[in-house]
């Protein structure tokens, strides 16, 4: 299968609780930010298909943290569960392992600040951010928000190969305040380990979030796959499978309440990368026959009120906001949004001998069918970092 990525992150500048593992790597502190902030969306989004990626949301607030001052500096630092003397080497670190060639798997991550010209910037904030996450600086004239916004937009197409053409609007720049305007993007293309047969791959029924059956195009493949059933501490139980790619250093994970009558709001409060990490005791090698359905989803968030609702609220304050180690002229986040899209589907690499084995057992074995609304995480083992996670009511 051919899984392919984008998201992007904008924030614009104008004039948690949870299992805890002991010691999380920084992917980790980032991504259980990023998977408090899908919490928050999916609380009001109970039947669409959502999808956000954790790590772009750590991202884009630690492109601001070299920045940030004074009480704004804690919020930030506090939500990321980072150490005060800033995480600068390990944030470096983080952004050459998740975009090492020995992944195999393309994950690419492009950083950029779009600056007003002549807005003066901290020499230290524009050099940090080189440094840590690889960040290009351009000028833009705001004044002209609509000629702007195109060669943002451009830059964007870009960087996600043409799939995502457009991140912003023109009216989300104001042509006098617009100081900074701050992108993250990352293009993910993971082949499947084990490849889904397009021959295979049959119109089958799909229990939809909103009690509708759906017929869905449902790819399956007989092979072994690594399965667990986890419980909530309410006592739910859910089901893991993990599909692993190519490069094995990233994998899909998809959560499947085991219960029929379970939605899967009630197991999605429970996710922490603590619980990621816990499933790898509850997973046992099996061969089974899988099922599940081709998907493709994107989705638009708003990030400013479930980060204010985790802590992070000064940035968004004209009076508050203190980004005094960014610029001498006070400015705030006006906008902070996301945009993700994901495809998933059986192409790859064709099947190799090992699978042809597996298909010759005489055993029947059982069929692990999802066919209800789900949850996918896309990690990278190495570092814990969650690329990216979804819920999915309707493939």
Known sequence: ????????????????????????????????????????????????????????????????????????????????????????KMLRKLHKTLTSKSNQDAVMIANAMF???????????????????????????????SAAADQINEWVKNKTKGHIPSLIKADMLDS????????????????????????????????GGDGEVYKVPMMSQLAIFNIGMATTPEGLKYRVIELPYHGNTVCMLIVVPYDENTPLSQVIPHISTATVQSWTKLMHMRKVRLLIPKFAADAEVD???????????????????????????????????????????????????????????????????????????????PTGTILFLGQINQP
């Open 303 to 381: 990030l400013k009120d479930p980060l204010s609702a985790l802590g992070v609220t000064d940035i968004f304050s004209e009076d508050a906001a203190d980004f005094f180690h960014l610029s001498a002229d006070p400015v705030f986040v006006s906008k902070a949004l996301q945009k993700a899209k994901v495809i998933v589907n059986e192409e790859g690499t064709k099947a190799a001998a090992a699978t042809t084995a597996i298909l010759m057992a005489r055993s029947s074995p059982p069929w692990v069918t999802v066919d209800r609304p789900f949850l996918f995480l896309i990690r990278h083992h």
């Open 1 to 88: 299968m051919k899984c392919i990525f984008f998201l992007y992150v904008l924030v614009i500048l104008c004039g948690h609780k949870g299992v805890l593992s002991v010691t999380p790597s920084y992917g980790e502190r980032g991504s259980d930010l990023g998977i408090q902030v899908f919490q928050q969306v999916v609380r009001t989004k109970p039947l669409e298909n959502v999808v956000l990626s954790p790590h772009g949301v750590a991202s884009i607030l630690g492109m601001l943290l070299p920045g940030a001052h004074g009480e704004t500096r804690k919020q930030i630092i506090n939500s990321l569960r980072y150490k005060k003397k800033g995480p600068y």
């Open 176 to 207: 006098a305040l617009t100081r900074l305007v701050a992108v993250n993007s990352i293009y993910f293309r993971g082949l499947w380990k084990s490849c889904f047969q397009p021959n295979n791959t049959k119109m089958r029924p799909f229990n």
């Open 115 to 145: 600056s007003q010209k002549g807005f003066p910037m901290e020499e230290a904030f524009v050099a940090t951010n080189k440094a840590n996450f690889q960040c290009e600086s351009r000028n833009l004239d705001f004044s002209n928000p």
